[in-house]
């Protein structure tokens, strides 16, 4: 076993990491009644990668309960390294996973490191600015007035 990895993960809910495996089954059609078709179900450990947001919670955090975090990247230790390797080729078109959101190094201050750097922009899960909205809504919202009294 190689060891162990350090997931980061900018996502603010986190997510659930399983691998999937391909199993044909039975797909009967009128024209076709021997038809298998592949599906692809779970299989192995679940994993929970936590997200940014846990912290949030202000009864988690006054009880001890906190996660670690670096440049709004939630860490999780200790994550197997052959899950992460196989799961990562798995799910290799997952846009969090393209843009960086989600990575992992197996030196716990490198993905520190990588977290802080902000190399990687914004996840998308960002609050709201109203005065500076995102380009496909400029021009089109309005800040009300305000009412006179």
Known sequence: MPGTVTVACALPHGFQMQLQEK???????????????EISRYVGPVVIIDGPARNRDTRRVEAGDVIPTAG???LTFGVDKDLWDKWRVQMKDW?????????AHEREDTAK?????????????????????????????????????
């Open 23 to 37: 199993v044909a089954t039975p797909s009967p059609t009128r024209e076709d009644p021997t038809r298998k078709e």
């Open 72 to 74: 709004g990247y939630a």
């Open 95 to 103: 846009e969090p996973l393209v843009k960086g959101q989600v990575f």
């Open 113 to 149: 490191g990588e977290a802080r750097s902000g190399k990687h922009g914004p996840s998308g899960f960002e609050p709201y600015n109203p005065s500076q909205p995102p380009a496909e809504f400029a021009g089109k919202i309005k800040t009300a007035e305000k009412q006179g009294g």
